[in-house]
């Protein structure tokens, strides 16, 4: 077996079933479970080719056999570390130098860190000149969001690059071009030095490899900002586009090196809903416990109340019925819906995020991605095991920041003596926050609320 390790693909040469077996996933379609090979088999049936991100996958595979493996990548200059890490924090600057010292992969950080950032550091590290000698002088990043909002801000963090946000038909002279992923190009006969995607969450990988392959010559890395604080589960369409993941901080690294702001979670319980559900199913659950529970959304309503004018409050109801129950409660709160014209949910949105507004009620969708409050309330009415959309990560500005999380255990939920989905969410949750160093505290109602 012979395996030919190239930038844009690998080829394998006569795999054995070991090798093929390990680049295969299970998954499910319409409730069905199959395998799907993430290789294409020759027509002679004697190799297949895969991504190029499977290189350490494959090394691992190989271990203990004769495989004849070939590196056959035009090797990358040396990174510049100390340009790289240029002006960013301790826990920063690990995370860069373990990036550039793997030669590629995923990259996970929480959202506060910034991935403008993390690209912004690789591509200090590799400036053009040393592309220019290796022959691929351009880089890309490819985004899923806004191409042209990312080109902006690159040009604020790398004065004296040329960062284009443009399709590759018109590359002469520019150094850092910032596309779509969503974009039909063609890479054949461009060789990119440097391939950084962004914003790689609800990314169909198999479907921009093809193209993204053909920047044979270029180093890749995946930037996976994550707005739940951990690292994620990497897919392996993502690992083979990409390498394996090579480096990461979560919001506990970021507190630990005080750029984060620290979390206290306060658990109050919840009240039982009128009546009897026994052991119902989670979709009664979710109707009846939660939607329908009025000593629920009155328990939402006074600790809204006992929150300091002075302090901002954010009451986070997945569902708008529970956001409409509980906004009934509190005239003169704003509400931000999904049933709101785009550009007044824009307007309420800003002036969250500005302070102007310092109590609001938003539901999924309407967000603010950035803000400054000290109190966030999680009426989430499905009780979710890790409700990320609405964790307040954010920036400490002083030492004596503080963020408190209102999230609600509903000890009631048991069936003979078993806790049930409710419950064991609660547990998960806990646990969850455990691991990101949230502080947590218990009390029995709004009277014992430590704000």
């Not at 309407?366 to 009780?383: K, M, Q, R, T, W």
Request: overall charge neutral; some cysteine.
């Amino acid at each position: 077996m012979t395996v030919h390790i190239g930038r844009g693909s690998i080829i394998v040469d006569g795999p054995s079933d070991k090798v093929k077996s390990g680049l295969r996933r299970f998954r499910r379609k319409g409730g069905v479970g199959e395998y799907e090979d993430l290789f294409v088999t020759s027509g002679d049936e004697k190799s297949i080719v895969t991504m190029p991100g499977f290189a350490d996958r494959i090394r691992r595979l190989c271990k203990g056999s004769d495989a004849d493996i070939r590196d056959e990548r035009n090797p990358m200059p040396s990174p510049d570390f100390d340009a790289a890490a240029r002006g960013v924090s301790c826990v920063w600057k690990d995370v860069v130098v373990d990036a550039l010292g793997a030669g590629g992969g995923i990259v996970s950080i929480p959202d506060m860190f910034g991935t403008v950032d993390m690209v912004a550091a690789i591509l200090r590290a590799f400036p053009r000149e040393g592309l220019l000698e290796r022959g691929t002088p351009l880089s890309f990043v490819a985004t899923n969001g806004n191409a042209g909002k990312l080109a902006r801000k690159l040009r604020e963090a790398l004065p004296g690059r040329d960062v284009e946000a443009l399709l590759p038909s018109g590359t002469d002279g520019e150094d850092v071009i910032v596309v779509p992923y969503s974009a039909s190009i063609d890479f054949q006969y461009i060789y990119g030095g440097l391939f950084i995607g962004t914003d790689l969450q609800d990314i169909d990988f198999l479907s921009v490899a093809k193209n993204v392959s053909a920047l044979r010559n270029a180093a890749r890395w995946g930037i996976w900002s994550t707005s739940h604080g951990c690292v994620p589960e990497i897919g392996m369409d993502a690992e083979g586009l990409f390498g394996p993941l090579c480096a990461s901080a979560s919001y506990s690294d970021a507190v630990r090196a005080r750029i984060g702001v620290p979390i206290t979670v306060v658990w109050v319980p919840s009240p039982k809903p009128e009546g009897s559900i026994g052991s119902a199913p989670f979709s009664i659950l979710e109707g009846v416990a939660m939607t329908r529970n009025v000593a629920f959304a009155r328990l939402v309503a006074g600790i809204v109340r006992h929150v300091p004018n002075d302090v901002g409050c954010i009451v986070c109801a997945e569902r708008e019925d529970v956001a409409r129950r509980i906004s009934a409660l509190l005239p003169g709160v704003v509400e931000v819906g999904l049933d709101l014209s785009a550009y007044r949910r824009k307007e309420l949105v800003r002036d969250i995020e500005n302070g102007t507004i310092r109590k609001a009620i938003v539901s999924k969708g309407a967000f603010p991605s950035e803000y400054d409050h000290g109190v966030i309330v999680l009426a989430n009415c499905s009780g979710d095991w890790l409700p990320g959309w609405n964790i307040p990560w954010r920036r400490a500005k002083g030492k004596t920041e503080k963020t408190y999380v209102v999230d609600f255990s509903h000890e009631w939920d048991r069936h003979n003596g078993r806790p049930g989905r409710l419950a064991r969410n609660d547990e998960a949750r806990m646990r969850s926050y455990s691991d990101m160093l949230f502080c947590q505290m218990s009390v029995e109602g709004e009277e014992q609320l430590p704000f």
